[in-house]
T-cell receptor, first 114, second 111 residues
């Protein structure tokens, strides 16, 4: 059963702690993305990767870090430098090029930092 | 830079046809215009994409005029389950597939 998984679904952390969100896909997609969504708002791109061991900053990369050591995995770390980390985080994957318009999304991780 | 504009919200009734328009300028000349649907607390789901004129699939139609400065998602005979947020996705002109998401249109279907 192909798809993209994110874990955990809900995550609670204390302010000042780093936290890593997991994203795994078995769709054999080259590209993977991380988005942030705040209540009632649209999608904002944090980071994306089009190939293993390479990634690019999106529009709101400050306070976040990623790695792409395997094609299937693209974990996102929310660092203590991120001023307002509480949000809904969505991971997506796609093929590259023109196929990048058709992205497959995971179920999301809702992060709450207090 | 490419810019998209969508209505913030729309209301309609069950059984009606709903049209949601996204205005976009400075978009990639030869790339897709794509639409997604998102339910609360879920990831967006691909609905339809097109390059020009009209595209139809089992759930929606997409109309794109020749100047590609807008696109209209058409949902035929909506039901309550079509209540969701709908996003357009376009590419930045002269970029290497730098994608721009619309802000989303919240569609509410009433009985």
């Amino acid at each position: 059963d192909g798809g993209i998984t994110q874990s955990p679904k809900y995550l609670f952390r204390k302010e000042g702690q780093n936290v890593t969100l997991s994203c795994e896909q078995n769709l054999n997609h080259d590209a993977m993305y991380w988005y942030r969504q705040d209540p009632g708002q649209g999608l904002r791109l944090i980071y994306y990767s089009q190939i293993v061991n390479d990634f690019q900053k999106g529009d709101i990369a400050e306070g976040y870090s990623v790695s792409r050591e395997k094609k299937e995995s693209f974990p996102l770390t929310v660092t203590s430098a991120q001023k307002n980390p509480t949000a809904f985080y969505l991971c997506a994957s796609s093929m590259v090029g023109r196929s990048s318009y058709e992205q497959y999304f995971g179920p999301g991780t809702r992060l709450t930092v207090t | 830079l490419a810019k998209t504009t969508q209505p913030i919200s729309m209301d309609s009734y069950e059984g009606q046809e709903v049209n949601i328009t996204c205005s976009h300028n400075n978009i990639a000349t030869n790339d897709y215009i794509t639409w997604y649907q998102q339910f609360p607390s879920q990831g967006p789901r691909f609905i339809i994409q097109g390059y020009k004129t009209k595209v139809t699939n089992e759930v929606a139609s997409l109309f794109i005029p020749a100047d590609r400065k807008s696109s209209t998602l058409s949902l035929p005979r909506v039901s309550l389950s079509d209540t969701a947020v709908y996003y357009c996705l376009v590419g930045e002109k002269d970029s290497n597939y730098q994608l721009i998401w619309g802000a989303g249109t919240k569609l509410i279907i009433k009985p």
